[in-house]
């Protein structure tokens, strides 16, 4: 199933599992096509990774964008910002020889700000948890932060340049944390002077990068430059779409970027899911089609499933398309790129989920509220392949039956197949993206 695309000037790549499908891959590719990059929710819970002729770079919150020295990369204001998470990635991609200037890079002066109080609480509140109501948050601090941005006493990027503004949001937003930090989880933390002194010597750092970021991308439509929003972490830790409440603390679905970028006079053109051809998950929740068996051993090895933020093993289990279906429309997805492929090659044994029993009936589809932790996944099993691209460079018949049933039972085209970590082990379908056009 492919269809030709007319000509697009917008596209989102969202994550259409539990995080970590590959998002920095693909748009470390598609960046070489546009002219802005654009993160618009999250912050450095993600971690997006890009190789390029071997030379790994893990991003956090810089856009993946950032490679592609002529594309402008662009932090929008629903993201939350570590400053100093930004400076030590500054850093490290100068040291690197990358570009990295207040030309290319622009941070909106309106994103919300990770102080320290954030991150203590975040750690804090996660090890109070028993091992079954723990999250498994990244302890960045995320949760925290969006908490104060919807109680509308947030550290702005704006802030950082004055101290008596600082104070006297900082004071705000400790007034009630001390008791929690002094009372009940009896810990020690910054004083407020350190925590202004700390934030204003960054926002020394970042002033150079701070733009209007929406009047920035409002222009940039209007003068009809090509923009690539970048999601972070996945349809299913969602906040809203997610499987609640093991999610994390953003809109990552499509919804957020008409929150957290904005995208003046215009929708989304294209909305590329990124799917692995299996399914993982980090951090606590349910899982339906979770693998605890020497296979999944195998693709947890073969994949290199390791958290690209916190190191932490990734749970590994086969495809799960109920989950799929689902967030093809939560996000409304309009094609698919589906990458790790190479991590099934070889081997005996392969099944997918194409339904659940829930509640004695049956179900292709998930839906917000069904409890994932009782239902059962009801798989079949399909042929496995041995090799996903010939010696001639295509895709086997036996890769082309793997996506194409894909394909039907996402109801969606798959536009890019991703069979390795670097920036070119990438195959598009011919003339089928209508943003490289
Ligand atoms: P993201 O958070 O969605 O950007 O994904 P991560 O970068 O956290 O995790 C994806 C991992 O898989 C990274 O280590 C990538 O280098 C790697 N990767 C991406 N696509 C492929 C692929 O098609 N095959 C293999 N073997 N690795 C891939
Ligand atoms: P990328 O962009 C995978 C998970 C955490 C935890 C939950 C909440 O690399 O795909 P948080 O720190 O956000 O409050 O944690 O969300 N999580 C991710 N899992 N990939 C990510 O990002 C993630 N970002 C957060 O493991 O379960
Ligand atoms: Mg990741």
């Given at each position: 199933m492919s269809t030709n695309q007319s000509q697009s000037q917008t596209m989102a790549i969202i994550?259409?599992?539990?995080?970590?499908?590959?998002k920095g891959k693909i748009t470390d590719f598609l960046s070489q096509y546009a002219d802005y990059v654009v993160r618009f929710q999250g912050g450095n819970n993600a971690g997006h990774t890009i190789i390029v002729d071997g030379k790994k770079t893990v991003l956090h919150?810089?856009?993946?964008?950032?490679?592609?020295?002529?594309c402008i990369s662009v932090i929008g204001h629903g993201v939350v910002l570590d400053p100093e998470v930004f400076k030590k990635e500054v850093d490290s991609l100068i040291a690197a020889d990358v570009k990295v200037t207040g030309a290319n890079l622009k941070v909106s002066l309106n994103a919300n700000v990770i102080t320290r109080y954030h991150q203590l609480l975040d750690q804090t509140r996660e090890n109070a948890k028993s091992s079954e109501k723990k999250?498994?948050?990244?302890?960045?601090?995320i949760g925290p932060t969006y908490e104060d941005r919807t109680s509308r006493r947030g550290v702005k990027v704006?802030?950082?340049?004055?101290k008596d503004i600082l104070k006297e949001k900082l004071e705000l937003i400790l007034q009630e944390k001390e008791v929690l930090f002094k009372e009940l989880y009896k810990i020690e933390y910054p004083s407020i002077n350190e925590e202004i002194e700390r934030l204003y010597e960054l926002g020394q750092y970042i002033f150079p990068f701070v733009a209007d970021t929406f009047s920035l991308l409002d222009k940039a439509l209007s003068e009809n430059k090509k923009v690539l929003y970048e999601g972070a972490q996945g349809v299913l830790l969602?906040?809203?779409?997610?499987t609640y409440p093991f999610?994390?603390?953003?809109?990552?679905?499509?919804?957020g970027i008409y929150t957290g970028a904005g995208i003046p006079g215009h929708n989304v053109d294209e909305v590329l899911g990124i799917f692995k051809a299996y399914t993982t998950r980090v951090g606590g929740g349910p899982f339906p089609t979770e693998l605890n068996t020497p296979i999944g051993a195998h693709i947890q090895d073969k994949g290199k499933?390791?958290?690209?933020?916190?190191?932490r093993q990734r749970r590994v289990g086969w495809l799960d398309v109920p989950l799929l279906r689902y967030a093809v429309k939560a996000s409304n997805l309009t094609a698919i790129a589906l990458t790790?492929?190479?991590?099934?090659?070889?081997?005996e044994e392969l099944q997918i989920c194409y339904a659940y029993e829930y509640d004695g009936k049956e179900y292709d589809q998930t839906f917000p509220g069904m409890d994932l932790s009782k239902v059962k996944p009801l798989f079949k099993t399909v042929p496995p392949f041995?090799?996903?691209?010939?010696d001639q460079g295509k895709l086997t018949d036996d890769a082309i039956s793997y996506i194409r049933m894909v394909e039907q039972m996402a109801?969606?085209?798959?536009k890019m197949v991703a069979?390795?970590?670097?920036?070119?082990?990438l195959h598009l379908v011919e003339n089928t993206l209508g943003f490289l056009n």
């Open positions: 994550g259409a599992q539990w995080g970590d499908e590959g919150i810089i856009p993946s964008g950032i490679l592609s020295g002529h999250i498994g948050t990244t302890g960045r601090g704006a802030d950082l340049f004055n969602d906040i809203d779409y997610g999610v994390t603390s953003s809109n990552t679905s499509i919804g499933e390791f958290g690209a933020t916190t190191g790790k492929m190479d991590v099934l090659e070889d081997l041995k090799k996903i691209m010939d109801g969606i085209p798959v069979y390795g970590p670097e920036r070119q082990q």
